[in-house]
């Protein structure tokens, strides 16, 4: 299976735990999924191809997952990013959407929610399998 068979889907957390979880779950939905440990593997992985959805994790100990974001916006990267954290903290939900987030999910929410962000965030086609 190649990316250009399937919906690519990132999941950039610091934990490879939270990682496999919730790449097991995109892969179940179809999705080709690429785990990567922090902002440096995203960055290369868009600088080489094409990425459908970004789930970003906040806190990693070498980035800022909002820093990150901003600077992804401010490159005029436009897929849809989530951020997804264990910190239910009003003043970073404020801080991801001004980054330019298109949704906050906490952790322990992501896995109920991922089919309607998947439905929501992808485009609907024909060959998109990832639903």
Partial sequence: MTSGDWPTVSVVDDDPQIRAMVA????????????????????EVLLDGTVDLVFLDVQ??????????RSLRARGFSMPVVIFTSLNDPERRRQARDAGADDYVLKHDLLHRLPGLLERFLPRRPENRCQ
Wanted: charge should be negative; glycine fraction near 6%; charged fraction near 25%.
């Fill in 24 to 43: 097991e779950e995109l892969t179940d939905s179809g999705c080709f999924v690429l785990s990567l440990k922090n902002c440096l593997a995203l960055d």
């Fill in 60 to 69: 990693m100990p070498d980035c800022d997952g909002i820093e990150c974001l």
